[in-house]
């Protein structure tokens, strides 16, 4: 596609149960980073996919929370036990390569509603 | 490490009136800048960005900013607000150092009023 898809685009889930976002980058991006966007917390870093790289994971916030990329491409961020405060906007970005001052490209985000 | 700070949450201009959005950064290495708008209910999209060659940046929709490395500023701005600016405005840094992570500063919601 042309641009960095997410899906589903709204979810609602009830505390407790797991939840799973996909990102489809940019055709060709071997970047993909994930970020959170809380009221009142801004946009927070999660974690960063570079080719085939470990993934750098410092931003996430606790172990119910994880990603995967499969085949360089498609990604998905699990989160388990979902609790109220997890409730956001989950940002998907993908850049054609690391390195200085590439363009990230932003989805337009799944928005997450634990209740 | 590197950080950004936005100084003002909300910012309110007039439509015609100028559009000044301030932007520090703190960052061991050069750094390099980005400005985010993000619509109602969109995603974020690139405004412009500062990768180290001409200091005065123009990007899309009329804005431009300038990096200051003296003041460690990279403040948006543009000449003539439009209603269709309303939006909220976030300023990035990334550096070799944080291996191209951007970070960003706490947002800016500009508001024009008629």
């Known amino acids: 596609g042309a641009g960095v898809s997410q899906s589903p685009s709204n979810k609602v889930t009830e505390k407790g149960k797991d939840v799973e976002l996909r990102c489809d980058p940019i055709?060709?991006?071997?970047?993909l980073y994930w970020y959170r966007q809380s009221l009142g917390q801004g946009l927070e870093f999660l974690i960063y996919f570079q080719g085939n790289s470990a993934p750098d994971k410092s931003g996430l916030p606790s172990d119910r929370f994880s990603a995967e990329r499969t085949g360089g491409s498609v990604s998905t961020l699990t989160i388990q036990r979902t609790q109220q405060e997890d409730s956001a906007v989950y940002l998907c970005a993908s850049s054609l390569r690391q390195g200085s001052g590439n363009t990230i490209y932003f989805g337009e985000g799944s928005w997450l509603t634990v209740v | 490490a590197q950080s950004v700070t936005q100084l003002g949450s909300h910012v309110s201009v007039s439509e015609g009136a100028l559009v000044l959005l301030r932007c520090n950064y703190s960052s061991s290495v050069p750094p390099y800048l980005f400005w985010y708008v993000q619509y109602p209910n969109q995603g974020l999209q690139l405004l412009l960005k500062y990768t180290s060659a001409a200091t005065l940046v123009k990007g899309i929709n009329g804005f431009e900013a300038e990096f200051k490395k003296s003041e460690t500023s990279f403040h948006l701005t543009k000449p003539s607000a439009h209603m269709s600016d309303a939006a909220e405005y976030f300023c990035?840094?990334?550096?070799?150092?944080?291996?191209?992570?951007?970070?960003f500063g706490g947002g800016t919601r500009l508001m024009v009023k008629p």
């Open positions: 990035a840094v990334s550096d070799l150092n944080a291996g191209n992570m951007l970070t």
């Open positions: 055709s060709g991006h071997t970047a």
